[in-house]
Every structure is written in structure tokens, then in C-alpha cells.
């Protein structure tokens, strides 16, 4: 039996789930539990966990939403060490993308299975090396956006609807409208992408999303069929187009995936070391979160990391 290192963002879906939270602080098998106070803290605390913790039972327990994984996975990552750390997961977010791309459900559904998993398992996840807008290193379980998407991110963030429903349990609506109003603000721009021997110019891309996931914003399949198994890494890029072929497109994606099949919209299978060039100021995102507006020129990678799931 594991030894639990948890790592909880209280603030996560506005607290709806802390019932949930409650009963798994009662188990017995938590040898050590830290709640985030801040942006950035998880962070922290998860690189203090890589750099001390030598319990070879360990498991680092995080519970909140995709941008509370990514952190803790980013923060683990910061520190080399012999063997990484594992991470478990009870997804207490509004859009909770990691867990429905991975079949986890909801987080009573992650609870009951944490208890019947007895070994960890290689995920792939995604690395990004140079200036996104500004220079870092970061990885991300599920996608990292240019455009569009990362708009809609920026728009439900500042929006006081995400947390009312929240508290009704539709957060991932909150995605769904913020995505009708941006669609209005966002103007194209050009994307190149070195991709092995080739190279690829977009003049008009609208939305930009390096993926490895079925899901983004909160339940759209932007990417079907994608596992997270296997180690690879595609690209979708959208032109810009009218509002009419938009709602087509959209409807299309939400129902089974047929918005690939359209002309205006592209997927990349990526090759290791590809380098993605925005030199138009744009909105980015990473598993959810924003990382702010402005010129993007970055090297792509993909590896395996040990999730206990």
C-alpha cells in the first residue's frame, strides 16, 4: 500500500467537492497533507516533496483541477531525481479534462478507484522548451494553446459566471459561453512550424493546440481518438472562418469529432524537437491556465511520466 503525500488546492471547482476532500483526509495511509494558499504553490510544494521525500512507497496525491496537476507534475519535474515520483489524481476542477480523457469520471469515481490501483502507470505528456511568451521550460498532460482556446481561457477566468456554476456543478458551460464571445475578438494570425524536414506555413490560424488528449475546455473533443498511452504528440490547427462555418464546425466537434474533416482544419502528427513560430502578440494557455499574451517560438518534446491511476 502506497504511502499518500497529498497535495489539495481547497480553492479548486469554488470548494464544491469538500465533502470529498474531508473523507480522504481520514485515510489512513496520508502520511503528510498540504493545501494550496497561492497561484504558483503547488508548485512549490511539489519540488519540496521531489527534493526530500525518500519513502520508496510514495505517491504524490493531488486533488483540484488541471491546472493544479500541471503545476504539481511541473514542480516534481524541477528536481532530477533516480526514480520520479508518481502521481495520483481526484479531479476537483470546473473542466477536469485529464480525468475525462483518461476515463477517471468524477471525483467519487477517482476515490473509489485510487483504493483498487496497485501499480503506476507511463502516461505521456508533453514539453515545451523556449519562448512561450516569455523563456521557460514547462510540460502539460493535456494541451498548450495559441489563439483561440487560450482566449476562451482568459475570457471564463475573468468572468464571475465560472464560479456560480461551479456551485451548480457546470463549470465546463462556462468554457462552452465564454467561446461565443471571443469568437468576435480574436483576429488570425500567422503560425510556421519546423516539423522534421518540413516546413509548414499557416497565414490565417485561428486556434493553435498541441495535444495529447482528447479533451480541452472542459469536455470538447478536439483531438478523437487520442491516448494518452501513447507516446506521441499531434497538433490541431483551425483557419480563421465565417461565424456560420464556426457553428458548424463547433456543432460538429461537440458531437463526434467530425470538425477535422472540414478544409480550414489541420492535424499534425509532431516529430520530437518540432519548433512552432507566432510572432503576432497572442493569448496562450496551458492545461487550462493562461500564460499570458505575446510572441511564441518554442521546441517541442513529449515523454513518459508514472501516474498512479
Not at 471547482?13 to 474531508?22: A, R
Not at 515520483?85 to 469515481?109: M, V
Not at 456554476?165 to 475578438?185: A, P
Not at 510572432?279 to 491556465?289: C, F, K, L, N, W
Request: proline share 4%; glycine share 10%.
Amino acid at each position: 500500500m502506497p504511502n499518500y503525500f497529498v497535495i489539495n488546492n481547497p480553492y479548486a471547482g469554488d470548494g464544491v467537492h469538500s465533502s470529498i476532500v474531508l473523507n480522504i483526509k481520514n485515510t489512513p495511509n496520508i502520511v503528510a497533507w498540504h493545501d494550496t494558499d497561492y497561484a504558483g504553490h503547488a508548485m512549490y510544494l511539489a519540488k519540496k516533496l521531489a527534493k526530500t521525500i525518500d519513502d520508496p512507497t510514495a505517491v504524490v496525491l493531488v486533488i483540484g483541477g488541471d491546472g493544479t496537476l500541471n503545476d504539481v507534475l511541473n514542480g516534481l519535474l524541477q528536481f532530477k531525481r533516480d526514480v520520479k515520483l508518481p502521481i495520483a489524481y481526484i479531479p476537483t476542477g470546473s473542466g477536469n479534462d485529464f480525468a475525462r480523457g483518461i476515463n477517471l469520471g468524477t471525483a467519487e469515481q477517482a476515490v473509489s478507484h485510487l483504493k483498487r490501483v496497485t501499480q503506476a502507470q507511463m502516461l505521456n505528456i508533453g514539453k515545451i522548451n523556449g519562448d512561450a511568451p516569455h523563456r521557460t521550460t514547462k510540460y502539460f498532460v493535456n494541451s498548450i494553446g495559441i489563439g483561440f482556446d487560450a482566449a476562451v481561457v482568459a475570457q471564463t477566468n475573468q468572468t464571475a459566471l465560472k464560479k456560480r456554476l461551479n456551485k451548480l456543478g457546470c463549470g465546463s458551460l462556462s468554457y462552452l459561453l465564454s467561446v461565443l464571445c471571443v469568437f468576435f475578438k480574436q483576429h488570425d494570425f500567422q503560425m510556421t512550424l519546423m516539423n522534421g524536414e518540413d516546413y509548414i506555413q499557416i497565414p490565417h490560424a485561428f486556434l493553435v493546440t498541441l495535444t495529447n488528449q482528447v479533451y480541452f475546455g472542459g469536455g470538447i473533443a478536439i483531438l478523437p481518438g487520442a491516448d494518452a498511452h501513447q507516446n506521441e504528440l499531434d497538433m490541431v490547427v483551425a483557419e480563421k472562418m465565417s461565424f456560420i462555418q464556426f457553428l458548424a464546425m463547433f456543432a460538429s466537434l461537440k458531437k463526434n469529432g467530425g470538425h477535422l474533416q472540414f478544409k480550414s482544419v489541420h492535424k499534425i502528427s509532431l516529430a520530437r524537437g518540432a519548433k512552432i513560430h507566432v510572432r503576432d502578440i497572442q493569448p496562450g494557455q496551458i492545461d487550462g491556465e493562461e500564460l499570458g499574451n505575446g510572441t511564441f517560438s518554442f521546441n517541442i518534446d513529449y515523454q513518459t511520466y508514472p501516474f498512479w491511476l
